[in-house]
Each structure stands twice: as structure tokens, then as C-alpha cells.
């Protein structure tokens, strides 16, 4: 059974730094496309935002514009984790993070109908 679990979430002021893992079990990440989604306070599901993905091949990333520059999603094939390193954080990058994985797609995307298993969400909060 294909599983994600995410952690690394907290309070940071905002300027400050967090690190977001998703560890898989069930199946190895390089195998697959991964993405990391947020969904807003107040907002619903289907408003979950792509923030960030990494390809199954070359490991091609992708990031929405509003992260560029400040965020970067990486690989651990040893740990069999996606991690997602989350710096200069402002108080708009608030809200749950979630992992997900796209069993069929090589490429990745941002688009959250095209992912098919979810994690539990870990929840960020930048604020003074």
C-alpha cells in the first residue's frame, strides 16, 4: 500500500527557514513523480496550490512563481524521502503542506488532479 507521510512543519518568523520531508513507504520515490501542494487557511481542497514537483526521469523540477528562487524539492533515495527546503519564508507561504504522488505521469506537474495518493498534510505558519 503506497503511503506518504509529511513532517518538518513548525512556526518560523518570517525571513526564516523550514525543511518539509515526505518519507514513502510502499514504493520508491525515484521511481515515481512527487509533488508538494499547500492549501491556504480557510481554503478548501480543491484550492490546493502546486508549490513544487520533481520528475520521475533526469529529476526535473517545477515551481510555482511565487517560490522561485526560495524554495527547492530534492530526492534522498537512501531515506526514501522528497524533501522540500523552504527559505526566506513570508507569511503568504502559510498553510498545509501536503506531498503527493503520481503513479502514471514520467513528467511532473502542478496540477493536483493529476497526483493520485496524498499524505496527511504538515502544517506551516510564518508570523510574528
Known amino acids: 500500500q503506497l503511503q506518504l507521510v ?3 512543519g ?5 525571513g526564516g527557514s523550514l525543511r518539509l520531508s515526505c518519507a514513502a513507504s510502499g514504493f520508491t520515490v525515484d521511481y515515481y513523480a512527487i509533488g508538494w501542494f499547500r492549501q491556504a487557511p480557510g481554503k478548501g ?9 520533481i520528475s520521475r526521469n533526469e529529476s526535473t523540477t517545477y515551481y510555482t512563481d511565487s517560490v522561485k528562487g526560495r524554495f527547492t524539492i530534492s530526492r ?10 523552504m527559505n ?11 506531498c503527493s504522488v503520481d503513479v502514471r505521469s514520467i513528467d511532473c506537474t502542478l496540477e493536483q ?16
Not at 10 to 14: T, W
Not at 45 to 50: K, L, N, S, V, Y
Not at 88 to 98: K, M, N
Not at 113 to 128: C, D, E, F, K
Request: aromatic share 10%; with cysteine.
Open 6 to 8: 509529511e513532517s518538518g
Open 10 to 14: 513548525g512556526l518560523v518568523q518570517p
Open 45 to 53: 481542497r480543491e484550492a490546493r496550490e502546486g508549490v513544487a514537483c
Open 76 to 85: 534522498d533515495n537512501a531515506k526514501n524521502t522528497v524533501n522540500l527546503q
Open 88 to 98: 526566506s519564508l513570508q507569511p503568504e507561504d502559510t498553510g498545509t503542506y501536503y
Open 113 to 128: 488532479l493529476t497526483y493520485h495518493y496524498w499524505g496527511q498534510g504538515t502544517q506551516v505558519t510564518a508570523s510574528s
